[in-house]
């Protein structure tokens, strides 16, 4: 059973970073597309970034694009979600998730394992 940890979430002034991290665990990491969604207070999840499993590709929604990086490291069995720039909108709680195949989907439903998610805060 694969299991996912996020961890780095916190608070910060609009216009500051923070990294968020996910370790996997329970699979062979590689072989698979990570990705990272995020859920704020009343809305629905919603795609923010994805990474293939090589790291050769990299897909972003337009309301980070430029302002966050999603990357791997498959011989830590990790993926990280660096945020720049950070604005209040961005304010929610962060979601790694894991789907097989070698191609990014923005639906939520097509992704099958997930983590319990990392809050973060960005203040005005």
């Known amino acids: 059973q694969v299991q996912l940890v996020e961890s780095g979430g916190g608070s910060v002034q609009a216009g500051g970073s923070l990294r968020v991290s996910c370790a996997v665990s329970g699979r062979t990491f590689s072989y698979y597309t990570m990705g990272w969604f995020r859920q704020a207070p009343g809305k629905e999840r919603e795609f923010v970034a994805a990474i293939t499993w090589n790291g050769a590709n990299t897909y972003y929604a337009d309301s980070v694009k430029g302002r966050f990086t999603i990357s791997r490291d498959n011989g830590k069995n990790m993926v990280y979600l660096q945020m720049n720039s950070l604005k209040p909108e961005d304010t929610a709680v962060y979601y790694c998730?894991?789907?097989?195949?070698?191609?990014?989907?923005?639906?939520?439903?097509?992704?099958?394992?997930w983590g319990q998610g990392t809050q973060v805060t960005v203040s005005s």
């Open positions: 998730a894991l789907r097989t195949g070698n191609y990014v989907s923005t639906a939520v439903t097509n992704w099958g394992s």
